[in-house]
């Protein structure tokens, strides 16, 4: 039996810990053979997972706790300690290395970690199990040399390869101080060592890793080894065509020279993803929350994405930002649409714990939800009622405009004249929650009779163009129900040709779909 467990609870299953991983493989080497990881997923009954753990007997549970399961993990600390006092309990994790005093599970715990654990997080274990007993409670992580640190790469089990999403990081830090990001702390960006990271990579890809999350907050800042990285997956890809692999990244918008885009365009449709933080086009809201981005360069690097190579876009925005309304978040968001990403991701603003955004609360009235996630629930520029609709909004976004499943409807949604496209769909998303008073657990069928209602009524659009664009839309997305205008005698199509793109997320595949209709069209 491990006297040590790490555990967390993770978003989903696909989403294996790495911060887990490199905590385990900085643990000294007797250490290490006495600890077991042991990761759960948010929803999961507290009894249940209190029970699962106590099986182990183990002296020690170490959690990573963060703004998604913190909730959760309070109540399965405050479980274990009434039942199982003599277990000691360490957390650490970014949504409890600030504020510290003020949160229920610190008080619960018997340590904390705070910042980066990697080394501490060993020296504590080790005191716990072989003594001294710390009398501290708060250990604040200790810096260190990444080229001393024990990468954690080896630690994936074959099961995280074959069935979950593998995170990895060729970097560690970040040089921007945008104030509502966790990552405003960091003094800059520190990369690994190159070679030492690709070869784990390779090992990685040997052993059959496919699906590569890169967290790494600023991929593109460094253009040498971003071009060595990239140009590591594209060997692959083109050595093995018929089975390739799939890399994720964030990109910096405005940072984007002719020698990384050549190397850009040479991937194949289902390779590659860019996640690409704008939050906002406001250059006054930019300068609020210390945000430097160079507007122009960024639209003229996503008009070249868009127009010259296969790489999947997914772009932020963020609204409740101080000083932005309601319809100045509306012209980022068509400004947005007109430069054509795959995916827009409407988000809300977090007060996350420690982040500099706090400075803003009184001068712009920032209200905050007191529980996670923090997100804001007016300021003097949003009610509570407009953020209620920009949350419904970017749920049916989600729902409709990002899923690749209305992708010939869509364009009917959005049409800009005589209103913009935020406008338009501003107007379905509210008079979907009026006729059906939710956001989630929408069957599909009835989301896309929804939206045909919608289009030659308030959206007064034709009935023949509404019908057209979904039904092709609808038999394409494979669902077997009817619509209420629906014929006998539609099949679904075949899309058979997609089975090589295995490692290729589902939503991506579907936009790639929609893009192969396009072009045999």
């Given at each position: ?7 967390t ?10 911060g887990?991983?490199?905590l ?11 600890t077991k ?6 929803g ?13 007997s ?59 654990g ?112 990239l ?5 692959r ?5 018929d089975?390739?692999?799939f ?8 940072h ?5 885009k050549d ?6 449709a ?7 933080g ?11 929350i ?10 003229d ?27 100045s ?6 400004t ?23 400075r803003?609360?009184d ?5 905050y939800n007191p ?12 009610s ?9 909004f ?39 929650y ?7 657990q ?7 009779d ?12 034709a009935?023949?163009a ?11 997305s ?15 199509a ?24 396009r072009?045999?069209?």
């Amino acid at each position: 039996m491990p006297q040590l467990i790490l555990s967390t609870l993770n978003a989903r299953y696909a989403h294996a810990s790495l911060g887990l991983r490199y905590l385990f493989a900085n643990l000294d080497d007797d250490l290490r053979n006495q600890t077991k990881i042991v990761e759960f997923v948010i929803g999961s009954k507290t009894e249940t997972l209190v029970e699962q753990l106590l099986a182990l007997s183990p002296t020690v549970i170490g959690f990573g706790v963060y703004i998604w399961n913190v909730e959760e993990t309070t109540k399965l600390v405050a479980m274990l300690k009434t039942v199982a006092p003599e277990v000691r309990i360490v957390i650490g994790g970014p949504e409890v290395s600030f504020e510290t005093k003020e949160q229920r599970i610190v008080a619960l715990a018997d340590h904390v970690v705070t910042g980066q654990g990697d080394v501490t997080f060993n020296k504590l274990a080790r005191a716990l199990l072989h003594g001294p007993r710390p009398l501290m409670k708060v250990h604040v992580g200790e810096e260190f040399e990444l080229d001393d640190l024990k990468l954690p790469y080896e630690h994936y089990t074959d099961e995280d390869i074959a069935r979950r999403h593998l995170y990895v990081e060729a970097s560690r830090g970040c040089p921007f101080k945008c104030e509502f990001c966790l990552s405003a702390l960091d003094k800059t960006a520190l990369p690994f060592d190159t070679q030492r990271f690709l070869a784990e990579m390779a090992k990685l890809y040997d052993r059959g890793a496919r699906t590569f999350k890169f967290v790494d907050r600023t991929f593109n800042l460094n253009v040498k080894t971003s071009q060595a990285i990239l140009e590591f997956f594209l060997e692959r890809i083109e050595a093995k065509p018929d089975d390739p692999c799939f890399a994720h990244f964030e990109l910096v918008p405005d940072h984007l020279p002719d020698k990384l885009k050549d190397t850009i365009a040479r991937f194949p449709a289902g390779t590659l993803q860019f996640e690409i933080g704008i939050q906002t086009w406001n250059p006054t809201v930019q300068g609020h929350i210390s945000r430097k981005q160079n507007n122009d360069k960024a639209k003229d690097n996503l008009r070249w994405l868009h127009a010259n190579t296969h790489a999947h876009m997914h772009v932020d925005l963020i609204a409740g930002l101080p000083g932005e309304s309601l319809a100045s978040f509306g012209e980022g968001f068509d400004t947005l649409a007109r430069l054509g990403p795959h995916e827009i991701q409407v988000g809300v603003l977090k007060r996350l714990r420690g982040t500099p955004i706090i400075r803003h609360t009184d001068t712009f009235a920032m209200r905050y939800n007191p529980e996670p996630p923090y997100n804001i629930l007016s300021n003097n520029e949003l009610s509570f009622a407009d953020v209620q609709r920009v949350n419904r909004f970017a749920r049916f976004w989600d729902l409709i405009g990002n899923s690749g499943r209305f992708t010939n409807t869509l364009p009917l949604i959005l049409q800009e004249a005589p209103t913009s496209a935020f406008s338009r769909f501003m107007a379905l998303a509210d008079w979907l929650y009026a006729e059906t008073g939710a956001t989630h657990q929408i069957a599909l069928e009835r989301l896309f009779d929804l939206v045909y209602r919608w289009l030659h009524t308030d959206g007064a659009v034709a009935p023949e163009a509404a019908q057209q664009a979904i039904l092709a839309d609808y038999v394409r997305s494979g669902s077997k129900g009817r619509l209420s205008f629906m014929t006998r005698g539609l099949t679904v199509a075949d899309d058979s040709r997609q089975a090589g793109r295995h490692a290729t997320p589902a939503r991506q595949r579907r936009h790639l779909i929609q893009a192969d209709t396009r072009d045999h069209s």
